[in-house]
């Protein structure tokens, strides 16, 4: 692969700057992060936490149908379990699995403690829905469909009481700086605008995820895959970077911002019909509306063609109860544009919606780059394999995030001699009159990655995918201008030209990755990035897919890549 990258977004002397000490700096403040920082602040040791935009504004606030876990009479860790590897399609980590799964009951406990409100039955037990792909009803909510919210609530509430915790927002994260191929600290813009360092030997990345690579997403505007493309900077392996969820169900009103109807409308009766008012989903799948989220994506998207319409409708009148009770998130949103969800169909299409690869990690959470963690949305940790299960994010967030948040606090180390500078390539001056149009370019690179990396897939589409990419990432590394939003279009287009080159390597059709042109699945595998040093500036990256028959393949190349530093 011929891809380069610049070893860091800004080129600075670490001299001339003002640092902040810390034992461990967490990078994203959702319920990864956030659950990761307590742990670490808890094991005694000094934490910040740094916010690229507010404490609120994360992918997990706008989380609606709710956190998996087996909390009921006739459900099982075993059931839990299969049905996540089933939809994982092949390539989830059973040891993982177990371990997320297993931990279901404790991080409810744990949400409770911190004060979470969960509805609950009037026998006082929690009411538990049911969602796709799973054979019980098992999804704890809040509010009915602001789950999310009410976690982010009590996540915040409890590092704000923390002593030892320090909160950074509106703070962008820039780049890992590394000492003798170990993480030192972190470079990051301040709320002022300064350029900032925070030492920390332990560094963990939980930025979510990358939905704002495509056009059509229920992602806030933050998600620009910057952890991965930061990790990525750092020396780390990055993994099945073409696997990239799309939400069947996103609100559809021209003009308007994409918002996501959760799955839960589905699992209380809410049903799928095409302009015509014929319903779709019996003849794609056996599950219909519950099947899993990439088949029904896949299904509204070809419906979408045959009527020749934008989108297709959710049908909420014959859900088991008042939609406007069960969904007042959902009602209140769609009642602003004229929509009573109780009698009208509600316009809906797909949109991405979950970034399923990331940084490799290990069952602790560590990276290839020996001090940096990832957790989360922007970690690859074997749960969701290739198609992640509905409401199991928000609990890998709180499990793995408490084992990595624990991991990094007992790794803390003296810091090390602090590097001099971060060096980049020397920018090209453009020749007077030409500019580079930042929010034209964003907006190219999420249109073409919705039409030639979407949800559907050729060779074809991604050849002309990869030269677009490898056109405009150039010209952004040399003429982009030193902001945020710059910034943000070259983390965007990094990722992007990844996921672009697993979806080329990956010739079948397995879980969100559909090829046209490749329908069968082919023997488990996974396909790993890693990033070569070419120089002091520039690095570019060597893909290569491996066997999956179990983990062990990947551990030990983790293991191997280790020793090789």
């Known amino acids: 692969m011929s891809m380069h990258c610049d070893r860091h977004l800004l080129g600075v002397d670490l001299r001339s700057i003002p640092a902040y000490r810390f034992d461990v700096v967490v990078v994203g403040g959702g319920v990864a992060g956030g659950n990761a920082a307590l742990h670490a602040a808890n094991a005694g040791k000094t934490v910040a936490i740094i916010s690229k935009a507010d404490a609120v504004t994360t992918n ?125 600290g972190l470079l990051a813009r301040s709320s002022s605008g300064s350029i900032v360092l925070f030492t920390a030997g332990q560094i963990i990345l939980a930025t979510g995820g990358g939905g704002q690579l495509y056009r059509e997403t229920t992602n806030p505007t933050i998600a620009t895959a910057d952890g991965v493309a930061m990790g990525f900077r750092a020396g780390c392996t990055v993994r099945d970077m073409e696997f990239f969820q799309f939400h069947p169900t996103c609100l559809y009103i021209a003009g308007a911002a994409r918002v996501l109807i959760s799955e839960i409308v589905r699992g209380h009766g809410g049903v799928l019909r095409d302009r015509h008012g014929q319903r779709f989903m019996p003849k ?21 063609i045959q009527t020749s319409d934008t989108n297709v409708y959710l049908d ?22 004229g ?135 150039d010209a952004a590394r040399r003429l982009a201008p030193s902001e945020p939003r710059a910034w943000e279009l070259i983390n965007m287009l990094t990722v992007a030209s990844i996921a672009t080159e697993g979806a080329m390597k990956r010739e079948e059709s397995r879980g969100v990755h559909f090829r046209t042109d490749y329908l069968d699945v082919d023997e488990p595998k996974h396909s790993l990035m890693r990033p070569i040093a070419v120089d002091d500036c520039t690095i570019e990256c060597d893909i290569e897919v491996v066997p999956c028959d179990s983990r062990k393949e990947c551990l030990q190349a983790l293991a191997e890549h280790k020793t090789n530093k």
């Open 60 to 184: 997990t606030n706008m989380a609606q149908g709710g956190m998996a876990a087996v909390m009921t009479e006739g459900d099982s860790f075993a059931s839990h379990i299969e049905d996540t590897i089933k939809v994982g399609s092949g390539l989830c980590d059973l040891d993982t699995v177990e371990r997320v799964i297993s931990g279901g009951p404790s991080a409810v406990e744990s949400l409770l403690a911190m004060g979470a409100s969960f509805d609950c039955l009037s026998n006082g037990t929690l009411d538990c829905s049911r969602e796709g792909g799973h054979k019980h009803a098992r999804v704890v909510h809040a509010h009915g469909d602001a789950t999310g919210r009410e976690i982010q609530r009590v996540i915040n509430a409890s590092l704000k009481a923390s002593d030892s915790i320090t909160i950074f927002t509106n703070t962008f994260a820039l780049d890992i700086v590394t000492a003798q191929g170990e993480a030192y």
């Open 316 to 337: 909420l009148s014959e859900v088991d109860s008042d939609p406007h009770v069960l969904f007042p998130g959902i009602s209140k949103m769609c009642n602003f544009f």
């Open 339 to 473: 929509i009573d969800i109780a009698t009208d169909p509600v316009p809906v299409r797909p949109g991405a919606h979950y970034m399923i690869g990331g940084l490799l990690v290990d069952a602790q959470g560590r990276t290839t780059t020996p001090g940096v963690w990832a957790v989360g949305e922007c970690a690859s940790s074997g749960l969701h394999g290739a198609n992640r299960m509905g409401s199991n994010s928000l609990l890998e967030g709180m499990v793995l995030g408490e084992i990595a948040g624990r991991g990094a606090a007992k790794s803390v180390i003296k810091r090390k001699r602090r590097p001099d500078r971060l060096l980049r390539r020397t920018m090209d001056h453009p020749p007077q009159g030409i500019e580079l149009g930042i929010s034209d370019l964003v907006y190219s690179l999420k249109s073409l990655m919705w039409r030639q990396v979407g949800l559907e897939r050729n060779k074809s589409a991604l050849l002309e995918a990869r030269e677009h990419i490898s056109f405009w990432f």
């Open 284 to 304: 794609a799948h056996p599950d219909a509306e519950l099947a899993p989220r990439d088949i029904v994506s896949r299904a509204a998207f070809r419906q979408m």
